[in-house]
């Protein structure tokens, strides 16, 4: 019997070993990011599965291992040069505005190109690209407002990804390598696509932008397993002679008048988007009216629906549901486009649902998600477009004298917005939403309806405007320029940028810290009491989420075009990742070859160092923190190309922090 064991112990090692193997492959098998994953995503943190962590786009992490004892140990751990194209195309272009997505040991991301890439989560080595091949020369004149791209999804094995020209195509997440490609849109209709899209109940949403151009706004809804369209809905009705798609479109359009669709409308969906699994809604919001003052769309004294709106539909059939309008009759470029987060507070003393934004005009919003009743709007920035709002029906008083006409209007907030692409966060442990704030940013804005000509398939804001000096200052202009009283909490008659702690029960700030602003970086929140900021300069602060006290701050070397935060698990270590750089960048004074604050030409980002923040009061602005190459260590950061020593070339690139 020993013999017999003994002889056969070879066959019973394979058999082992064939057992253990199966056993280990099991266990390393990635996990399936479909529909249940999605509705559970966020719930343990280890990975970023959509683009704001969850469904209702929160971006608070339940990680703790980094928290606020132990956040100044947090050091780097690898970095990675963001990939150019084929035919050694630069990684140009704008900001790097894209979230990272983790899922299954691997980070994925995608450049203003529209150039996807996969890397280790763990080492940031490269797995694979795919370059679309994007015509940039032909494509860029019809670009909106930017080279940019905020990101992809994830669905069953697929990266799907937005390309900028136009078209939407899946990837396979382990290769790489092509599965599908859809036609959203075309660039030589002055569409491109700038947001991420999001899944739900096995569809693919995703917008496009454009509504400076004679563009009508829509969202679509693409199978994600297939890419076959599955339903369109449009923002603003088209022309009225032809049957209307829909009975929004039959209620939206009494709301215009003129020959407006012949300059499309606007009302473009580019980012904004969130998901109730079990409501079954898909919210998103909707930009700015085209051309820009109501008087040029033929709409004088008309709400224009559904501009500057927010939308709840079915995402089985794009059936809308309930709909809010935070601008009737948008004439200030105010896309209510800005982050949807969705959260259960007590609220007015009884359990909410609720959809909540910081809209780039400055107001806060509060709405019933279930069935889009207003709750409250409160300034959380100065603004004067508007006197007031009703209390029960959630319309604004717009100032008379916002509607512009031949004399110059200086409104507050201008179109860079209070709020506005930069992502906000929400911690259900204190209650707070982190929003990365710009106060005292105006426009001066004029219009001639009379000299007014339309541009077929160009550009046609149809107005005359600029920043202007702060109320009481003198503007260099012919008009006396009016400025509308301000209201809401108190500027210190400048431009800053804040990151600003909102309670929204309360309806009131509760802290702030300097730094930061309605464009570029962005936060993430976690359990550990922290609150993760990138500020547009490159440097990424930790403060406690309770109190706002600045913990620590790390210069990545990174300079403008920061995108947002993330932070994820992978074998039982955090880590936190942001993505940032946009190419050649001009030395800072008295740095040598280090990156500078801006590129050649533009103004610095501006962001002073934050010092601990104040209960309602904005904190004092210091000089920024010295800058660091983004280079490897030990290695010279490359001259721009012509050896100019003003300059140095700082890639695009991924910084990845864990303890220390």
């Known amino acids: 019997m020993l013999h017999l064991t003994l002889r056969n112990r070879p066959w019973m090692l394979t058999v082992a070993g064939i057992v253990l193997g199966t056993a280990v492959a099991v266990a390393q098998q990635a996990k399936r990011v479909d529909d249940a994953a999605l509705r559970n995503a966020g719930s343990t943190g280890e990975e ?3 683009h704001g962590m969850d469904p209702g786009e929160k971006r608070f992490s339940p990680l703790n291992q980094i928290n606020a004892t132990n956040a100044p140990r947090l050091a780097q751990t690898w970095a ?73 999804a994830l669905y069953e094995g697929k990266v799907i990804a937005p390309i900028i020209d136009g078209r939407m195509v899946a990837l396979d997440m382990v290769t790489g390598k092509p599965v599908w490609e859809a036609r959203v849109a075309y660039p030589q209709e002055q569409y491109t696509l700038t947001m991420a899209p999001r899944i739900a109940k096995g569809k693919v949403m995703i917008g496009a932008s454009g509504s400076e151009y004679p563009v009508r706004g829509f969202v679509d809804a693409f199978d994600a397993n297939t890419g076959v369209r599955a339903w369109r809905f449009y923002t603003v009705p088209g022309d009225p002679s032809k049957p209307f798609e829909n009975e929004a479109m039959r209620k939206a359009a009494p709301t215009w008048s003129g020959e407006w669709y012949k300059m499309g409308g606007g009302a473009t969906v580019w980012d904004g988007m969130a998901y109730d699994p079990q409501a079954n809604l898909l919210y998103f919001g909707t930009g700015n009216g085209g051309p820009w003052p109501e008087v040029l769309r033929g709409s004088k004294g008309k709400d224009n629906l559904y501009v500057c709106s ?65 709750l409250s709007a409160v300034p959380f920035a100065p603004l004067n477009w508007s006197e007031a709002m009703d209390p ?42 982190y929003i990365p704030t710009t106060f005292m940013n105006s426009s001066t804005y004029r219009v001639n309806p009379e000299t007014f000509v339309f541009r077929e398939g160009g550009r046609n804001t ?37 990151l600003i702690a909102w309670d929204p029960v309360a309806q009131k700030e509760r802290w702030r810290a300097a730094g930061g602003g309605s464009t570029g970086g962005g936060t993430v929140t976690t359990a550990g009491n922290l609150v993760f900021q990138v500020l547009p300069d490159g440097r990424l602060m930790i403060y406690s989420a309770d109190k706002g006290e600045k913990l620590h701050e ?60 104040t209960p309602a009061a904005p904190a004092a602005a210091a000089a920024p923190a010295p800058g660091a190459p983004a280079t490897a260590p030990g290695q010279a950061a490359p001259a721009a190309p012509g050896g100019d020593p003003s300059t140095t070339l700082a890639p695009p690139r991924i910084m990845t922090y864990a303890l220390n």
Not at 350 to 363: D, E, T
Not at 393 to 412: N, S
Not at 588 to 613: L, V
Request: include cysteine; charge should be positive; charged fraction near 15%.
């Open 48 to 50: 970023w599965l959509t």
């Open 80 to 152: 990675f040069d963001v990939p150019g194209g084929n035919n050694n195309a630069a990684p140009g272009g704008g900001n790097q505005e894209a979230t990272l997505l983790a899922a299954n040991g691997a980070l994925y991301g995608i450049t203003t190109w529209s150039i996807v890439f996969a890397v280790d989560a763990r080492t940031g080595k490269q797995l694979w690209k795919w370059d679309p091949e994007v015509n940039r020369p032909a494509v860029q004149s019809k670009i909106c407002c930017g080279v940019v791209n905020r990101g992809v």
């Open 310 to 374: 927010i939308i709840a539909v079915n995402p089985d059939n794009g059936e809308m549901k309930w709909y809010y309008q935070a601008v009737p009759g948008d004439s200030w470029d105010y896309d209510t486009v800005q982050q949807l987060t969705l959260a259960d507070i007590n609220f007015g003393g009884r359990a909410r649902k609720v959809l909540m934004q910081a809209n780039k005009n400055g107001y806060f919003y509060v709405i019933d998600r279930l069935t889009g009743e207003f």
């Open 392 to 433: 029960k029906t959630g319309r604004p008083f717009i100032h008379p004298r916002a509607f512009y006409g031949l004399d110059p209007v200086t409104i507050y907030p201008g179109p860079g917005g209070a709020h506005n692409w930069s992502p906000m966060s929400f911690n259900p442990q204190t209650g707070l939403v």
């Open 462 to 498: 149809g107005t005359g405007r600029g920043a202007a000096p702060p109320p009481g200052g003198t503007a260099p202009a012919e008009a006396a320029v009016f400025v509308p009283p301000m209201v809401g909490p108190p500027g210190i008659g400048k431009q800053e940028t804040l």
């Open 554 to 613: 790390i210069n990545t070397g990174l300079r403008q075009g920061m995108g947002p935060p993330i932070t994820y698990m992978v074998d039982g270590k955090q880590y936190v990742s942001v993505m940032g750089g946009r190419g050649a960048v001009a030395a800072a004074p008295g740095r040598g070859g280090g990156p500078g604050a801006g590129a050649p030409g533009a103004a610095a980002p501006g962001a002073p160092t934050p010092t601990a923040p």
